[in-house]
T-cell receptor, first 116, second 114 residues
Framework: DTGVSQDPRHKITKRGQNVTFRCDPI?????LYWYRQTLGQGPEFLTY????????KSRLLSDRFSAERPKGSFSTLEIQRTEQGDSAMYLC??????????????FGEGSRLTVL | AQSVTQPDIHITVSEGASLELRCNYS??????LFWYVQSPGQGLQLLLK??????LVQGIKGFEAEFKRSQSSFNLRKPSVHWSDAAEYFC????????????FGTGTRLKVLA
């Protein structure tokens, strides 16, 4: 399978704990995105990487959230001191930048976080 | 500010009936527009996209959508719905340089009656 993969698919944690999600994009894609989706809502943009550079962070991404893409390949999203409001599906997507078809995103199946 | 509105939260249709899902956007420039489908436990799958050119675009699974600039709309249509089309459908507009930052609507959940 050469699609976007995310791990873990489900994570249940207690409030105050730290969690980390991993995303492996499609191998030739240089752009990687994180979105968050809560129940009954569409995905909301969190942050975006081009290669290893984090180019934009949403205001939704509080100081407790950090994302990295150290070698321009996989990415991690860490949430520190989780709160119940962090419960959501965290979606990763990737795309191939440049050209007339710039912007088509390919999504992974998501990592569902439940904070108790 | 850019936004996407999907006015119908839930739609129920009978199998074989036609379908139209509404999407209205607010965006200052020519938008890049997308429709995605999300089935339970599945990731978002791109149905179709509009970047430029012909305003009627064809997608996968027999779906099509029409871009109407005057109405700021990008409605999704299918002439005959199949039970397997039951899912949640999201309209999105590409915002920002390089269209990397999608803005999604809140989605329309489609139920198909046998």
């Amino acid at each position: 399978d050469t699609g976007v993969s995310q791990d873990p698919r489900h994570k249940i944690t207690k409030r105050g704990q730290n969690v980390t999600f991993r995303c492996d994009p499609i191998s030739e894609h240089n752009r990687l995105y994180w979105y968050r989706q809560t129940l009954g809502q569409g995905p909301e943009f969190l942050t975006y990487f081009q290669n290893e550079a984090q180019l934009e962070k949403s205001r939704l991404l509080s100081d407790r959230f950090s994302a990295e893409r150290p070698k321009g390949s996989f990415s991690t999203l860490e949430i520190q001191r989780t709160e119940q409001g962090d419960s959501a599906m965290y979606l990763c997507a990737s795309s191939l930048g440049g050209g007339v078809n710039t912007g088509e995103l390919f999504f992974g199946e998501g990592s569902r976080l439940t904070v108790l | 500010a850019q936004s996407v509105t999907q006015p119908d939260i839930h739609i129920t249709v009978s199998e074989g009936a036609s379908l139209e899902l509404r999407c209205n956007y607010s965006y200052g420039a020519t938008p890049y527009l997308f429709w995605y489908v999300q089935s339970p436990g599945q990731g978002l799958q791109l149905l179709l996209k509009y970047f430029s050119g012909d305003t009627l675009v064809q997608g996968i699974k027999g779906f099509e959508a029409e871009f109407k600039r005057s109405q700021s709309s990008f409605n999704l249509r299918k002439p005959s719905v199949h039970w397997s089309d039951a899912a949640e459908y999201f309209c999105a507009v590409g915002a920002g340089s390089g269209t990397y930052k999608y803005i999604f609507g809140t989605g329309t959940r489609l139920k198909v009656l046998a």
